[in-house]
């Protein structure tokens, strides 16, 4: 059961434009979330965070937003530059008393010059 | 520190053979996780160790499956009797401190089982 979804597979963007990658949740328990970026032949690298006391947290071009109502948070990319180019997954805790992530499928942006 | 690494990057097996993958994780990272990721799918996780306990196995992680970490240092996965469904990429991942913080991965081992 896929407790974190990522509907998109893929996402096209014009190089300089905003990149807005969406993830939903299902656990209304997740308390934090991350967000992953992959190259192809390379592990997943960590990107940004967020706690669920927060709604944003910015760190330079990258902003993740988040909506507990929702349960929906979003991870906007401004300017978007041909080095975004990846597959981003968003994942968060696997549970109360479990260690390690639950990943989303990811979304493969894609950054058009 | 180089960051997480995984040896080998890429093995080809054929169906039935043994396999193992070794993982070195970043030196004072005292947690370290196996995940496999298939086409299309984000990681799964599979077990995870605190120092040298394996803490958790995930139902994914069948009989034939056999993880340790030795001395709470490197680690190593591996798989009896491959079968084609196994044929993954098996990605390590260590971190430091409390559970859940933020998790470093290695370049993974691709596996085909032919």
């Known amino acids: 059961d896929q407790q974190v979804k990522q509907n998109s597979p893929s996402l096209s963007v014009q190089e300089g434009r905003i990149s807005i990658l969406n993830c939903d949740y299902t656990n209304s328990m997740f308390d934090y979330f991350l967000w992953y970026k992959k190259y192809p032949a390379e592990g997943p690298t960590f990107l940004i965070s967020?706690?669920?006391?927060?709604d944003k947290n910015e760190d330079g071009r990258f902003t993740v937003f988040l909506n507990k109502s929702a349960k929906h948070l979003s991870l906007h990319i401004v300017p978007s530059q041909p080095g975004d180019s990846a597959v981003y997954f968003c994942?968060?805790?696997?549970?109360?008393?479990?260690?390690?992530?639950?990943f989303g499928k990811g979304t493969h942006l894609i950054i058009q010059p | 520190d180089t960051g997480v690494s995984q040896d080998p990057r890429h093995k080809i097996t054929k169906r039935g053979q043994n396999v193992t993958f070794r993982c070195d994780p970043i030196?004072?990272?005292?947690?370290l996780y196996w995940y496999r990721q298939t086409l299309g799918q984000g990681p799964e996780f599979l077990t995870y160790?605190?120092?040298?306990?394996?803490?958790?196995k995930s139902r994914l992680l069948s009989d034939r499956f056999s993880a340790e970490r030795p001395k709470g240092s490197f680690s190593t996965l591996e798989i009896q009797r491959t079968e084609q469904g196994d044929s993954a990429m098996y990605l390590c991942a260590s971190s430091f401190g409390i559970e859940n913080t933020e998790a470093f991965f290695g370049q993974g081992t691709r596996l085909t089982v032919v």
């Open positions: 160790f605190q120092n040298e306990a394996q803490l958790e």
């Open positions: 967020i706690s669920s006391i927060k």
């Open positions: 994942a968060a805790p696997r549970g109360a008393g479990a260690d390690g992530l639950t």
């Open positions: 030196s004072e990272h005292n947690r």
